[in-house]
């Protein structure tokens, strides 16, 4: 890809900044991004988009390792970190889960069974499961070897937003708009792999929107929560053994669109970051003291590109979020324990930042 001029204020501006061409076709929103560090490919990440293309970005050099032009015949809601087997999968607006290898042009699985837009995937780490979360109101096990659905939770008003393993825990963790959390306990019995409802959290006012399992507490999850206008936009902390909710970090002016956990080594111990469609990406401590119910901003800053579809934090500090504009942003800190707000890598057309 040939680097294009920036259009852009050198304080913001790390010293190796560069600018690449846009990844997506022109007006097409970039609507995931998932590391690839998993698998062995640093400073790699996946990126889908709303013209239904998958792209394998090294973006260091700004190379395209590979691209899937019609990965899924409408947009891309959804993809998962690659597995060490380099096994990833996505979600579309086609109403497909699909599964992929990083180094093949076709995918491995085609899972249909979806009636509507399937919003949400997650693979297990160690079996061969993947779970999706539709607005069809339902949740899906599949087996990845036998290509076949496993079981369906069909819940009248449940219009899935996420899905998610908890291993540590043995269930799946789901949200959804009828203002719940859910967790699925996963099974196996004589038959195989089985999903069963084992409890449903109530009484949010705004419903839950991303998930991120907190890995110092691996039995405690967050979640983002729709908001507009400073109302709801909020992140829940939950004890998944104590089912309830801890307290709330509180600060987005709208819908809460990721979250993810930072690196210790750059920003230090119990971190995240949040990224929402008020184009902010916050960073948070997370809170030890029992007696704390309501945690505000550890540092903030706004990212002009607008609304944030998606983001992700590598292992070595870099925060890199999508927009709905097209574009990719990677950020690093400034100083160590900082907020990543340096521009490091911009792929897309930029056109100003104050």
């Known amino acids: 890809m040939r680097p294009a001029v920036p259009v852009v204020s050198n304080t913001c501006l790390d010293p190796k900044f560069r600018q690449f061409t846009p990844i997506f076709r022109q007006g097409a929103a970039a609507r995931c991004v998932a590391s690839c560090e998993g698998a062995n490919r640093p400073q790699q990440v996946l990126a889908g988009g709303e013209d239904c293309s998958l792209a394998l970005l090294n973006y260091e050099t700004g190379h395209v390792m590979r691209r ?21 999968a996505t979600g579309g607006r086609d109403n497909m889960a699909k599964v992929w290898q990083l180094t093949q042009d076709d995918p491995v699985a085609e899972l249909g069974g979806h009636t509507m837009n399937v919003s949400s995937v997650d693979l297990h780490p160690t079996d061969p499961l993947l779970v999706s979360g539709s607005k069809d109101n339902t949740v899906r096990l599949w087996d990845l070897q ?11 008003m449940n219009v899935v937003h996420f899905v998610k393993f908890v291993p540590t825990v043995g269930c799946v963790a789901q949200g959804g708009e009828d203002l719940t959390l859910r967790l699925w306990d996963v099974r196996k019995g004589p038959g ?81 970051f949040s990224a929402s469609k008020d184009g902010v990406v916050g ?17 903030q800053f ?15 500090g870099d925060f890199i979020t999508a927009h709905e504009n097209g574009c ?5 800190s400034a100083e160590k324990g900082g907020p990543p707000c340096k521009r490091y890598r911009y792929v897309g057309i930029m056109t100003s930042v104050r």
């Open 328 to 332: 990719m942003t990677v950020f690093k």
């Open 192 to 272: 195989g792999f089985d999903l069963s409802l084992s409890c449903t959290l109530e009484g949010l006012d705004y419903f839950p929107t991303c998930c991120e399992i907190i890995g110092s507490r691996p039995h405690t999850i967050l979640t983002g929560h729709s908001g507009v206008n400073g109302c709801g936009s909020y992140i829940g902390e939950w004890d998944l053994r104590m089912q309830k909710c801890l307290r709330l970090y509180t600060g987005h002016k709208q819908t809460v669109s990721s979250l993810r956990l930072a690196t210790p080594s750059v920003y230090g111990e119990d971190k995240f």
């Open 302 to 316: 706004p990212v002009p590109e607008g609304p944030i579809t998606s983001a992700e934090c590598m292992d070595n």
């Open 146 to 156: 036998q290509q076949e659905e496993l079981y369906c939770g069909d819940i009248k």
């Open 68 to 88: 899937w032009v019609r990965a899924h015949e409408k947009t891309i809601n959804s993809i998962t970190r690659p597995l060490a087997s380099g096994m990833f």
């Open 283 to 299: 960073m948070w401590s997370i809170a030890t003291d029992p007696e704390v119910d309501e945690v505000a901003f550890t540092e």
